[in-house]
């Protein structure tokens, strides 16, 4: 056992890995070695963490979610149920692809959202805060602030640091919910200068 981790009994952790204080690994789930986890994550049901993963703090991961070699998740990650990270692009079982030279790395940043049953195929950069729609299909980069969805993910829309959608007049956005102020510019979104008392975007 882990000081300061919770892992179920059912739960396989192969050592060497690093999980960080508060983090809980639920019901059959399956860490590789050498993954590391960050402070305060948890894995729900069923989880799969590939070796070498990296997770940021704070994550979230629900059900039966699997995440191969090759992939990082950034602080405040949430990934949601029966999400998929693919970590090689030209798979065929008769030619087996395990050297790292053929696997292709995914990043996922700060805050960004995965929604149900989406697919991220390998080597995609999905953007600080961005929100990938379920059942989507990441094929390429999803900008930061970015709702994407369908398949292949095509970006419908903007969403704010909080989730909720944010609308442009022009080069500028103002979130309903928390008041957080964006401008956009040569199609890339940014927080601005938020009202007094509102949490800047980290």
């Not at 900008?143 to 080069?171: H, M, Q, T």
Request: with cysteine.
């Amino acid at each position: 056992m882990i000081e300061g981790v919770y892992i179920h009994s059912t739960a396989v952790v192969d050592e060497p890995v690093e999980i960080g204080v508060g983090t809980k690994i639920w019901h059959f789930c399956h860490v590789m070695p050498k993954a590391k986890i960050g402070d305060h994550c948890v894995l729900g049901q069923n989880v799969f963490i590939g070796e070498g993963v990296k997770i940021g703090n704070g994550v979230k991961i629900e059900n039966n979610v699997s995440i191969f070699t090759g992939v990082t998740l950034e602080d405040d990650v949430f990934c949601g149920p029966s999400a998929v990270f693919t970590n090689v692009k030209t798979p065929r079982s008769a030619f087996p692809r395990n050297d790292a030279k053929r696997r292709s790395k995914t990043r996922v940043k700060r805050g960004a959202t995965i929604g149900a049953n989406a697919t991220i195929v390998c080597g995609a950069k999905i953007g600080r805060y961005a929100f990938v729609g379920a059942g989507a299909v990441v094929t390429e980069d999803v900008a930061g602030f970015a709702l994407v969805v369908g398949n292949p993910a095509r970006r419908v829309g903007w969403r704010c640091v909080c989730g909720e959608e944010i609308k442009f007049k022009k080069a500028v956005a103002l979130c309903t919910a928390c008041r957080r102020e964006y401008r956009k510019r040569g199609g890339k979104v940014e927080p601005s200068t938020t009202p007094a008392g509102t949490a800047v975007c980290r």
